[in-house]
């Protein structure tokens, strides 16, 4: 009769402990020894304190840096020019990403609520575009910095100042090798730079027009009053302005330095 009470003792605990989500194990032996129920802690995923977690929301990818300081080219020119047209760069583009351009994007970003990176990540980008308009040949090298064009071949013997007006660009040559490049303006189509071959016939270092009453330092003469000449005009506000009809160089070491290369009677060469 004892045996078959502790059965039943057993068989009842069995039952609660299943319904408990208990584990019995009986001693081995005579069936006298005490039962011992292990409960198994409750899993992490189903505590209450858990289950009032709200999910993790997934972390927003930081925007694509498109450039950054330190790049170089066109397309820092551009970004430049875009600047330029909404006030937040007033030189003209250099092609470099200096500290006046990082300067300049932070400004924009902070303006628009963006990170205020200086670095000019997709998103920046995408804002500059929709408030500007792609930019011309000419706003991108407002200041100079363009590539030369190939001389023309009346440029390839002896010295020559050879000039083009498609580039903008002045090639002091000497039996054909180029010694320097600079960039140049030209008159407005009101007053246009003569095209042709002419040679320097008149040299003047401090010269000043008796036209126009304005300085034309390191002139060298070559088509009645039209010379190739310093322009601080030139220098201070690029191709935004025009010559009378001379060639106007900005760089005035450049033209010095040339100045003093250049012979009268040396050729000069103004061409498309």
């Given at each position: 009769?004892?045996?078959?009470?502790?059965?039943?003792?057993?068989?009842?605990?069995?039952?609660?402990a299943?319904?408990?989500?208990?584990?019995?194990?009986?001693?081995?032996?005579?069936?006298?020894?005490?039962?011992?129920?292990?409960?198994?802690?409750?899993?992490?995923?189903?505590?209450?304190?858990?289950?009032?977690?709200?999910?993790?929301?997934?972390?927003?990818?930081?925007?694509?840096?498109?450039?950054?300081?330190?790049?170089?080219?066109?397309?820092v020119?551009?970004?430049?020019?875009?600047?330029?047209?909404?006030?937040?760069?007033?030189e003209?583009?250099?092609g470099?990403?200096?500290?006046?351009?990082?300067e300049?994007?932070?400004?924009?970003?902070?303006?628009r609520?963006?990170?205020?990176?200086?670095?000019?990540?997709?998103?920046?980008?995408?804002?500059?575009?929709k408030?500007?308009?792609?930019?011309?040949?000419?706003?991108?090298?407002?200041?100079?910095?363009?590539?030369?064009?190939?001389?023309?071949?009346?440029?390839?013997?002896?010295?020559?100042?050879?000039?083009?007006?498609?580039?903008?660009?002045?090639?002091?040559?000497?039996?054909?090798?180029?010694?320097?490049?600079?960039?140049?303006r030209f008159?407005?189509?009101y007053?246009?730079?003569?095209?042709?071959?002419?040679?320097?016939?008149?040299?003047?270092?401090?010269?000043?027009?008796?036209?126009?009453?304005?300085?034309?330092?390191?002139?060298?003469?070559?088509?009645?009053?039209?010379?190739?000449?310093?322009?601080?005009?030139?220098?201070?506000?690029?191709?935004?302005?025009?010559?009378?009809?001379?060639?106007?160089?900005?760089d005035?070491?450049?033209?010095?330095?040339?100045?003093?290369e250049?012979r009268?009677?040396?050729?000069?060469?103004v061409?498309?």
């Amino acid at each position: 009769m004892r045996t078959e009470g502790m059965r039943r003792v057993i068989a009842a605990l069995v039952a609660v402990a299943a319904v408990g989500g208990c584990t019995v194990q009986a001693a081995e032996g005579d069936g006298k020894s005490p039962v011992r129920i292990d409960v198994p802690k409750s899993s992490p995923s189903t505590s209450a304190r858990d289950d009032d977690k709200p999910s993790a929301k997934p972390s927003k990818a930081a925007p694509k840096v498109l450039l950054a300081p330190g790049d170089h080219g066109r397309d820092v020119r551009e970004l430049q020019a875009r600047l330029r047209q909404v006030a937040w760069i007033f030189e003209g583009p250099t092609g470099t990403y200096d500290r006046a351009t990082e300067e300049a994007v932070e400004g924009f970003q902070g303006k628009r609520g963006l990170p205020r990176t200086g670095e000019t990540d997709s998103v920046t980008w995408q804002r500059l575009l929709k408030m500007t308009h792609e930019p011309g040949k000419w706003e991108l090298y407002l200041m100079g910095g363009q590539p030369a064009a190939a001389p023309d071949a009346r440029c390839l013997t002896g010295r020559v100042l050879c000039i083009s007006k498609s580039s903008r660009t002045l090639r002091w040559m000497v039996d054909g090798r180029t010694v320097t490049t600079v960039p140049v303006r030209f008159g407005s189509e009101y007053t246009p730079t003569r095209e042709g071959v002419f040679s320097v016939y008149w040299k003047s270092r401090h010269h000043v027009s008796t036209l126009y009453d304005s300085p034309m330092p390191y002139a060298m003469f070559f088509s009645g009053g039209q010379a190739v000449h310093y322009s601080s005009d030139f220098a201070a506000r690029g191709y935004a302005g025009a010559s009378h009809g001379c060639v106007n160089v900005r760089d005035e070491a450049a033209i010095a330095e040339l100045f003093d290369e250049v012979r009268n009677g040396d050729k000069v060469v103004v061409y498309w």
